[in-house]
């Protein structure tokens, strides 16, 4: 079984830069292709990113590009996204996970918050 766990969130000014971070259990995460999520208060969940289980070609939705930064540490069993000049509108909680997604594997997530 694999649990993922999200951290690194926090209230941040709009403009702002945060890395959130997932630690990864279990041995078979370098073997996942790993995503990024976000639910935002009263929205359904989305995709952000994604990136293959070696770290090669990163993917992103079209909203993203160019802000959001997706890797990962195998090593580690570590993933990151890095978000830059941060928005209000990027307020919500962030999720990791497998690509497909698993269901059993959701974290708790970290919440990011984009307020002066």
């Known amino acids: 079984q694999v649990q993922l766990v999200e951290s690194g969130g926090g209230l941040v000014q709009p403009g702002g830069s945060l890395i959130v971070s997932c630690a990864a259990s279990?041995?078979?995460?370098?073997?996942?292709?790993m995503g990024w999520f976000r639910q935002a208060p009263g929205k359904e969940r989305e995709f952000l990113a994604a990136?293959?289980?070696?770290?090669?070609?990163?993917a992103y939705v079209d909203s993203v590009k160019g802000r959001f930064f997706i890797s990962r540490d195998n090593a580690k069993n570590m993933l990151y996204l890095q978000i830059n000049n941060l928005k209000p509108d990027d307020t919500a909680v962030y999720y990791c996970?497998?690509?497909?997604?698993?269901?059993?594997?959701w974290g708790p997530g970290t919440q990011v918050t984009v307020s002066s």
């Open positions: 279990g041995r078979r995460f370098s073997s996942f292709d």
């Open positions: 990136i293959s289980s070696s770290g090669d070609t990163p």
């Open positions: 996970n497998k690509i497909p997604p698993v269901e059993a594997y």
